[in-house]
Nanobody
Framework: QVQVEESGGGSVQAGESLRLSCTGSALAFDDSAMGWFRQSAGKLREGVACVSGMTGKTYYVDSVKDRFTISRDEAKATLFLQMDSLRPEDTAIYHC??????????????????WGQGTQVTVSS
């Protein structure tokens, strides 16, 4: 049973912004890490951003640093990904995942839970 639902994707021009949201019962664990992943055509899914449940510290893949911001609203059990200065290479299906065991090290490879449908982000030049 899928426990997350992503929304907020769309088609934009390079340089524009989108804000993704993720809701669901899997986000109801206040002390757990949560993250965003993406998968583009012909590529493996990669971890994009992670937020620690205990410290609130955030982690980003190098390609999105200073452009993307992950945040969470614990009261609403919602996870966000603010994406600014979008580039064509950001085009992908974006998924959220929770709970994650950690945001440390190779955190993206340590999630073995369920995936939602994701939300498509398309950036044209």
């Amino acid at each position: 049973q899928v426990q997350v639902e992503e929304s907020g994707g769309g088609s934009v021009q390079a340089g524009e912004s989108l804000r993704l949201s993720c809701t669901g019962s899997a986000l109801a664990f206040d002390d757990s890490a949560m993250g965003w992943f993406r998968q583009s055509a012909g590529k493996l899914r990669e971890g994009v951003a992670c937020v620690s449940g205990m410290t609130g510290k955030t982690y980003y893949v190098d390609s999105v640093k200073d452009r993307f911001t992950i945040s969470r609203d614990e009261a609403k059990a919602t996870l966000f990904l603010q994406m600014d200065s979008l580039r064509p290479e950001d085009t992908a299906i974006y998924h959220c995942a929770a709970p994650l065991p950690t945001c440390e090290g190779d955190w993206a490879s340590r999630y073995f839970g369920l995936w939602g449908q994701g939300t498509q982000v398309t950036v044209s030049s």
